[in-house]
């Protein structure tokens, strides 16, 4: 009779074995199905595929997105020099300045503001790769700007 009950005990501990690992697998797939309207396998699955596709749209879209942000961002300014300077001898002070907005392509604006004790006058041109449009001749001080701005 003595093997009989080391069979029955290894028998109970193999049930309690058994039962331990179906309730863990239960409350697992418990965990899966808890947001889908019928509680099987497939229609869980399903949910995660479509999750997983709308995902995959949203990246592709995000993804198109900020390669046109990229593109546009070219044209924004990115590129500036500054430059402050005395063009007469009989002022005080570097009160006159100027300044270039270039976007990646060397293209954009020189202003140049020369102040005296009269007035201030104020000049603004064109610029494309880098040099000025329609043969515009510039100052020393207007070339040195758009030097550190192509920098």
């Known amino acids: 009779m003595l093997p009989i009950y080391y069979i029955a005990s290894a028998l109970g501990v193999w049930l ?3 039962t331990i690992l179906l309730i863990r697998a239960l409350s697992h797939y418990r965990r ?34 900020v390669a046109l942000e990229a593109q546009e961002g070219k044209k924004h300014f990115q590129r500036y020099g500054f430059l402050r300077f005395n063009p007469f001898t009989d002022t005080g002070g570097d009160q006159s300045f100027a300044l270039s907005l270039l976007d990646e392509k060397g ?16 000049y603004a ?3 494309e790769d880098g040099k000025p449009v329609n043969n515009i001749v510039l100052s020393k001080e207007e070339q040195e700007v758009i030097k550190q701005a192509l920098k």
């Open 32 to 65: 899966l199905t808890a947001d889908v309207s019928k509680k099987d396998l497939v229609s869980s699955l399903n949910h995660l595929i479509s999750a997983t596709d709308q995902n995959a749209d949203d990246i592709k879209k995000l993804t198109e997105k």
């Open 16 to 18: 309690l074995v058994v």
């Open 107 to 122: 293209e954009g604006f020189v202003i140049s503001s020369l102040h005296s004790r009269e007035n201030t006058r104020l």
């Open 125 to 127: 041109k064109k610029i």
